[in-house]
């Protein structure tokens, strides 16, 4: 079983920065890909960034230039890191990890963007 728990959320004005990490009990060089999800009320979850094992990248078109993905040596912890932020990034931000056989979620940290 892989345990992931989501740290960083809070609340911020608009134009600010927050830093999201995901603490994983597995290295995750281990995993074909690990991202951060967000979730806002009445919506569906989508795809913020994601980083292969290998370090590639992928980003949503409206995050951009805005937020970088990126991981610790060991892989342990992968972090999101988010500047000029917007009120409509409010959401609940999830980490995920790709297994062989199974995808694994973490519980969500609250982020919340004041105009």
């Known amino acids: 079983q892989v345990q992931l728990v989501e740290s960083g959320g809070g609340l911020v004005q608009a134009g600010g920065s927050l830093r999201l990490s995901c603490a994983v009990s597995r290295s995750t060089f281990s995993f074909r890909a690990t991202g951060w999800y967000r979730q806002a009320p009445g919506k569906q979850r989508e795809l913020v960034a994601d980083?292969?094992?290998?370090?590639?990248?992928n980003y949503a078109d409206f995050v951009k230039g805005r937020f970088t993905i990126s991981r610790d040596n060991a892989g342990n912890t992968v972090y999101l890191q988010m500047s000029s932020l917007k009120p409509e990034d409010t959401a609940v931000y999830y980490c995920?990890?790709?297994?062989?056989?199974?995808?694994?979620w973490g519980q969500g940290t609250q982020v919340t963007v004041s105009s």
């Open positions: 980083i292969s094992s290998r370090g590639a990248t």
């Open positions: 995920k990890v790709e297994a062989m056989w199974r995808d694994y």
